[in-house]
């Protein structure tokens, strides 16, 4: 599929990057991802996989993704300057929902906030996706974990040791054990394993440079990717894992919170060698499932039961229907999604009395009644496609 959208702008200081994948219900949605060394096709590729990523769990929007490459001269003042002039600049399309931007890598509220500024929109609370994230990421390990079998308990590596693995370590038990991390500022091995919890506490104290204070091995980034564990958790850029990396990985398998994150011909070299690969945008789901229902009114015990239940069914019937036809798991998720490509980039044909009664349903229906019906409909959602897995599992 060909992108419905790209737009580049230039400003004092920055240059950005919007691309609209896929358009539905006259809307799409993805984070913003703020890095210097940031290319258009990374932003396709992430644009992709957000299509990828709504049309598997039903979500009713397309994919994009924005960037933006800041100076380095620019203080705290100047960034958010410049990505309010960013906002600005794509103000049309961000007034009318074609595109609403979120959270992504060094994207917070406080950087949402003045890019939404710039187009005339005051945002109000922002929900920290990266909770939510996390909530997924962990369901996934444990579906995976399931699949895999053996001793508890099981290792993780995990590249990008960020918010989202922050809040995953605070979720983890003594089934778990994380020998490797890495952040932007170094790398680490502890074959003892390290205490989760204090990981999080620690990374939510003192940022990326927490690591350095870690005991441990301190290594190199190529190192860290060969090191033994069960499981390779990659949570930085975009291809991550390249043609070069993936002879050297010794883990039973891959579960990704960043998106994309395998280069062309990785996948195919991982299955060969037996090690299960999950697609990022099926484990990080929780960013934009989870935290929209939350949004809607759905309280988070009624969030983490969805997702301790039919979630997590659906990544361990994922795992099971590609074993079964000896396929990667990312391919038959592709398949599944690629389904719902033809519904994608259709304006939404509403008559007007439904128009009045979604207006009446976001404005007028008490906030518990709202999250309740947005439960059912999401439950509904991950049911078809846990029977569509079922069936997609048949070997052909």
Same mark, same amino acid.
């Given at each position: ?5 790209t737009?580049r702008?230039?400003?004092?200081g ?6 609209v994948?896929?358009i539905?219900?006259?809307t ?10 940031? =290319? ?7 644009a992709?996989?957000?299509?990828y990523?709504y049309?598997?769990f039903?979500?009713?929007?397309g994919?994009?993704k924005?960037?933006?490459?800041l100076?380095?001269?620019?203080d705290?003042?100047g ?5 309010q002039?960013f906002g ?5 399309v961000?007034r ?7 959270m ?16 005339g929109?005051?945002?109000g609370?922002?929900t ?7 909530l ?13 079998g ?10 990008g ?11 983890l038990?003594a ?5 490797g ?18 990981l ?20 190199d ?7 033994a564990?069960?499981?390779?958790v ?5 291809g ?10 010794r ?8 998106n994309?994150?395998y280069a062309a ?18 484990v990080?789901v ?6 929209s229902l ?13 997702f301790?239940?039919?979630y ?7 795992l ?7 396929v990667?798991v990312?391919?038959?998720?592709a398949?599944?999604?690629?389904r =719902? ?11 007007l009395?439904?128009?009045v009664?979604?207006r ?5 229906l ?5 999250g ?6 999401c439950?509904?959602?991950l049911?078809?496609?846990?029977a569509?897995i ?7």
């Amino acid at each position: 599929m060909n992108s419905c959208m790209t737009i580049r702008v230039h400003g004092d200081g920055y240059e950005g990057f919007v691309v609209v994948d896929s358009i539905v219900g006259d809307t799409s949605a993805g984070g913003v991802r703020i890095v210097p060394d940031l =290319e258009l096709e990374e932003i396709g590729a992430l644009a992709r996989e957000m299509t990828y990523k709504y049309a598997l769990f039903r979500l009713p929007r397309g994919g994009a993704k924005a960037g933006v490459r800041l100076a380095a001269h620019l203080d705290r003042e100047g960034r958010l300057q410049a990505l309010q002039d960013f906002g600005r600049k794509l103000g049309p399309v961000l007034r009318t929902g074609t595109y609403n931007p979120g959270m992504d890598m060094n994207c917070g509220p406080e950087e949402l906030r003045a890019i939404y500024r710039g187009a005339g929109i005051q945002l109000g609370e922002v929900t920290d996706t990266s909770y939510f994230t996390a909530l997924g990421v962990h369901q996934a390990l444990e579906a995976c974990a399931a699949a895999l079998g053996g001793e508890a308990p099981l290792t993780l590596v995990i590249e990008g040791f960020g918010s989202v693995a922050r809040h995953l370590a605070a979720r983890l038990d003594a089934r778990y054990r994380i020998v490797g991390l890495a952040t932007v500022a170094g790398a680490v091995l502890q074959p003892a394993g390290f205490d989760a919890r204090r990981l999080a506490t620690l990374r939510a104290e003192g940022g990326d440079a927490f690591v350095t204070a870690l005991e441990g091995e301190k290594v190199d980034a190529a190192t860290l990717r060969a090191a033994a564990a069960d499981i390779f958790v990659p949570a930085a850029r975009t291809g991550a894992l390249t043609l070069e990396v993936a002879p050297r990985l010794r883990v039973r398998a891959v579960v990704p919170i960043a998106n994309a994150p395998y280069a062309a011909g990785v996948v195919e070299v991982l299955h060969e060698r037996g090690i299960v690969c999950l697609p990022g945008y099926v484990v990080n789901v929780g960013g934009v499932l989870a935290s929209s229902l939350f949004d809607q009114g759905v309280p988070p015990a009624a969030i983490e039961a969805l997702f301790a239940g039919r979630y997590r069914r659906i990544v361990s019937g994922l795992l099971s229907a590609a074993a079964r036809r000896d396929v990667p798991v990312t391919v038959l998720a592709a398949e599944l999604a690629a389904r =719902e490509f033809p519904g994608r980039n259709r304006p939404r044909q509403r008559s007007l009395p439904r128009r009045v009664y979604e207006r009446f349903l976001r404005r007028r229906l008490p906030r518990r009644l709202r999250g309740a019906l947005a439960l059912r409909r999401c439950a509904r959602a991950l049911d078809a496609l846990q029977a569509e897995i079922g069936s997609a599992g048949v070997p052909a």
